[in-house]
Nanobody, 122 residues
Framework: QVQLVESGGGLVQAGGSLRLSCAASGRTSYTMGWFRQAPGKEREFVAAINWSGVSTFYADSVKGRFTISRDNAKNTVYLQMNGLKFEDTAVYYC?????????????????WGQGTQVTVSS
């Protein structure tokens, strides 16, 4: 059984930065992803990283501003968010995909964290 716990969310002004962390328990040598859900909107893909950390994949809306990384020795995945915009406000979730495919499809992910709130003030 895998458990995922996100942290690092908070309130930040537009243009600021935050780093989210996702600590995983259990076997985690799989693709990890970050998703987000704003009030009244569907959950959307943000970024994914393969098991080795060599390959990454980003939504167009965050490309060039967000960076996903992982430290397998610590079983932790990170999302560095720079140049935050008001529209980045959402609950951010990390997720694990046991198929190891690098995908933006939420249906491919098997385990989810509880989420961490990111609020960007304009």
């Amino acid at each position: 059984q895998v458990q995922l716990v996100e942290s690092g969310g908070g309130l930040v002004q537009a243009g600021g930065s935050l780093r989210l962390s996702c600590a995983a328990s259990g076997r985690t040598s799989y693709t990890m992803g970050w998703f987000r859900q704003a009030p009244g909107k569907e959950r959307e893909f943000v970024a994914a990283i393969n098991w080795s950390g060599v390959s990454t994949f980003y939504a167009d809306s965050v490309k060039g501003r967000f960076t996903i990384s992982r430290d397998n020795a610590k079983n932790t995945v990170y999302l560095q968010m720079n140049g935050l915009k008001f529209e980045d406000t959402a609950v951010y979730y990390c997720a694990l995909d046991r198929t190891r495919a690098l995908t933006a499809s939420s249906g491919s992910y098997d385990y989810w964290g509880q989420g961490t709130q990111v609020t960007v003030s304009s």
